[in-house]
């Protein structure tokens, strides 16, 4: 059974934690089943780019972003080369490590 490890995010988890996960479940999914309240504005529906993610480590293991999520990427706060969407990215056979950024463009936040 694959893990996955959510890096230390002031806001989600201060130490940082480590999970199980099922293949074929998306990196939203995981993280919401286990606490880890990561913004979601469209209900996982990839919409937004809310649930905007970085996979540090597995990152190669993770199907290929299809252009819906490449086009909600580009809206995202901090893109890097290795930058999801959680709610698509699903996942595999293989351990992740995952980085939340600190911030988000969630303009239907009310808290």
């Given at each position: 059974m694959p893990k996955i490890t959510f890096l230390p995010n002031p806001d989600l988890c201060p130490e940082g934690v480590t999970v199980e996960a099922e293949s074929g479940?998306?990196?939203?999914?995981?993280?919401?089943?286990?606490?880890?309240e990561i913004d979601h504005a469209c209900e996982m529906s990839c919409a937004c780019s809310t649930c905007h993610c970085v996979v540090r480590?597995?990152?190669?293991?993770?199907?290929?972003?299809?252009?819906?999520?490449?086009?909600?990427?580009?809206?995202?706060?901090?893109?890097e080369p290795q930058s999801r969407l959680s709610c698509q990215a699903?996942?595999?056979?293989?351990?992740?490590?995952?980085?939340?950024?600190?911030?988000?463009?969630?303009?239907?936040?009310?808290?």
């Amino acid at each position: 059974m694959p893990k996955i490890t959510f890096l230390p995010n002031p806001d989600l988890c201060p130490e940082g934690v480590t999970v199980e996960a099922e293949s074929g479940e998306s990196i939203l999914e995981v993280a919401l089943r286990n606490d880890i309240e990561i913004d979601h504005a469209c209900e996982m529906s990839c919409a937004c780019s809310t649930c905007h993610c970085v996979v540090r480590k597995g990152f190669d293991s993770l199907e290929p972003s299809d252009e819906q999520e490449d086009d909600m990427l580009d809206k995202a706060w901090g893109v890097e080369p290795q930058s999801r969407l959680s709610c698509q990215a699903r996942v595999a056979d293989e351990d992740l490590v995952i980085d939340v950024p600190r911030y988000t463009l969630n303009h239907a936040k009310e808290h």
